[in-house]
Nanobody, 124 residues
Framework: QVFPVESGGGLVQAGGSLRLSCAAS????????MGWFRQAPGKGREFVAA????????YYTDSVKGRFTISRDNTKKTVYLQMNNLKPEDTTLYYC?????????????????WGQGTQVTVSS
């Protein structure tokens, strides 16, 4: 089992940057695919980025490509989401999740463990 806890959210002006962190307790963290999702009120969870267990492959939704970077440090059991050139439309709650397979990395149903979320607000 893995228990993700997100941090690093906050308020930033458009064009600014934030780095989200997700510290995941559990002895098997390094075996898990890790993903970031976001969810606006009244909407479903939207895939943002994912990274394989060893960090060799990363995946992004089109709207964040070139602006966001996902990375992980298995020695610290932490995954990061560096968000640059933030836009007002990036404003929402961001979740970290752990899944056992990179297959269908974009589908929230394939992630078994979720954090509580961290709020990102981008002002125009």
């Amino acid at each position: 089992q893995v228990f993700p806890v997100e941090s690093g959210g906050g308020l930033v002006q458009a064009g600014g940057s934030l780095r989200l962190s997700c510290a995941a307790s559990g002895v098997s963290f390094s075996l898990y695919t890790m993903g970031w999702f976001r969810q606006a009120p009244g909407k479903g969870r939207e895939f943002v980025a994912a990274i394989t267990w060893n960090g060799d492959s990363t995946y992004y939704t089109d709207s964040v490509k070139g602006r966001f970077t996902i990375s992980r440090d298995n020695t610290k059991k932490t995954v990061y989401l560096q968000m640059n050139n933030l836009k007002p439309e990036d404003t929402t709650l961001y979740y970290c999740a752990a899944g056992q397979s990179i297959l269908r990395y974009y589908n929230s149903d394939h992630y078994a463990y979720w954090g509580q979320g961290t709020q990102v607000t981008v002002s125009s």
